[in-house]
């Protein structure tokens, strides 16, 4: 199995321009989710998905869009891209269901991330 | 922002015992604990996670306080390749649906 694949690996912007990170699951999960990282930081939720055709935001969304017309693919888009984009972006997968009954709650299984696509604006 | 605290960083011999803290004093009766880590240029690995009892997997232990306020990953034969950050996440599947807050984690060095 493949699982999350992320494309391109690496990209170098100009200030301005823009571009869409790809990502693809190949595992029917229906949760899927876009996050940065930051040098020596950890990683900030930006857009996060529940199905095909419903998208909410995350932490830090400004400056992204993201949509999800299929279960598989989650793309990532930047319209202008700014120096404070520049970053390591993560995709993820999961499967959550929600349990009836007494006050009802989500259970989950663990999120799988892809590499990563290494941003860098200039 | 991250609800848990880890140490910035531990060290470790390789072959012996790694014993990882976690404190999560803000949990809540529906909150699970979940760990991940991150080797070097790749994404985050689901490692473990759990509610109120101990667990393990074949990738480590994870032992929970009995008041829930701190747990303790254990790797029980560290190797090389166990060198990563290592973050404790403490994961409300009631309002947030399950997302992941993402700390500092803890960077765990392991020497040969």
């Known amino acids: 199995n493949a699982g999350v694949t992320q494309t391109p690996k690496f990209r170098i912007l100009k200030i301005g321009q823009s571009m869409t990170l790809q990502c693809a699951q190949d595992m029917n999960h229906n949760y899927m989710y876009w996050y940065r990282q930051d040098p020596g930081m950890g990683l900030k939720l930006i857009y996060y998905?529940?199905?095909?055709?419903?998208?909410d935001k995350g932490e830090v969304p400004n400056g992204y869009n993201v949509s999800r017309s299929t279960t598989e693919d989650f793309p990532l888009r930047l319209e202008l891209a700014a120096p404070s984009q520049t970053s390591v972006y993560f995709c993820?997968?999961?499967?959550?269901?929600?349990?009836?009954?007494?006050?009802?709650?989500?259970?989950?299984?663990?999120?799988?991330f892809g590499d990563g696509t290494r941003l860098s604006i200039l | 922002d991250a609800k848990t605290t880890q140490p910035n960083s531990m060290e470790s011999n390789e072959e012996e015992p790694v014993h990882l803290p976690c404190n999560h004093s803000t949990i809540s009766g529906t909150d699970y604990i979940h760990w991940y880590r991150q080797l070097p240029s790749q994404g985050p690995e689901y490692v473990i996670h759990g509610l109120t009892s101990n667990v393990n997997n074949r990738m480590a232990s994870l032992a929970i306080a009995e008041d829930r306020k701190s747990s303790t990953l254990i790797l029980h034969r560290a190797t090389l390749r166990d060198a990563a950050v290592y973050y404790c996440i403490q994961v409300d599947y009631g309002g947030s649906q399950g997302n992941l807050i993402f700390g500092k984690g803890t960077k765990l060095s392991v020497k040969p």
């Open positions: 998905s529940v199905g095909a055709g419903i998208t």
């Open positions: 993820a997968s999961s499967y959550l269901f929600y349990y009836l009954g007494t006050g009802g709650f989500y259970g989950n299984q663990p999120q799988h």
